[in-house]
T-cell receptor
């Protein structure tokens, strides 16, 4: 069982729509959850992090965490062509040092 | 601006010819990481330094070594690159090693092995 699972996509959405990116993780003791955006040929850029159950909003981005279901998602409202990228979900483990485990990423395509 | 810098951005080396990649940071973070990322794959952690303490991942080949001479700099040495080592190499830093310490990535070095 993969530790962090994402659908590789591509996920295609029209400009202005809401893009919903999903991630599941296997370690029930995971504490911290990160979303990175990675443009083709570039390095990952941190866009959101969430630690507690519920929603966390930052501009057009909302991260949602459900620890009981071991599920974290990223919503992008009013999607723009510039949002077209691969979105990596990353999970950090329970107390003490646990390395961050990355998912394979979901490729998002926003169609003008 | 505080940042993570990697040099060179593109590196071409010959099969078996040693190569060194460089990373520096102005964030004054305690932890520096090296990741390998191949096309359409997740970043794979090779090792990390917490201050001067080196931590190697169990599945990192012996061909990969690292040095951290001071807080700001960290190097990745590939002793005998093979064709399978062609990848993007990412340096990242974090303030500390708690689960809430997010990692910040440099721009990466694209390594080509001919």
């Amino acid at each position: 069982q993969k530790e962090v699972e994402q659908n590789s996509g591509p996920l295609s959405v029209p400009e202005g729509a809401i893009a919903s990116l999903n991630c599941t993780y296997s370690d029930r003791g995971s504490q911290s959850f990160f979303w990175y955006r990675q443009y083709s040929g570039k390095s990952p850029e941190l866009i959101m992090f969430i630690y507690s159950n519920g929603d966390k909003e930052d501009g057009r981005f909302t991260a949602q965490l459900n620890k009981a279901s071991q599920y974290v998602s990223l919503l992008i409202r009013d999607s723009q062509p510039s949002d077209s990228a691969t979105y990596l979900c990353a999970v950090n483990g329970r107390g003490g040092y646990q390395k961050v485990t990355f998912g394979i990423g979901t490729k998002l395509q926003v169609i003008p | 601006d505080a940042m993570v810098i990697q040099n060179p951005r593109y590196q071409v080396t010959q099969f078996g010819k040693p190569v060194t990649l460089s990373c520096s940071q102005t964030l004054n973070h305690n932890v520096m990481y090296w990741y390998q990322q191949k096309s359409s794959q997740a970043p794979k952690l090779l090792f990390h330094y917490y201050d001067k303490d080196f931590n190697n991942e169990a599945d990192t080949p012996d061909n990969f070594q690292s040095r951290r001479p001071n807080t700001s700099f960290c190097f990745l040495d590939i002793r005998s690159p093979g064709l399978g080592d062609a990848a993007m190499y990412l340096c990242a830093t974090s303030r500390d090693l708690t689960p809430r310490d997010e990692q910040y990535f440099g721009p990466g070095t694209r390594l080509t092995v001919t």
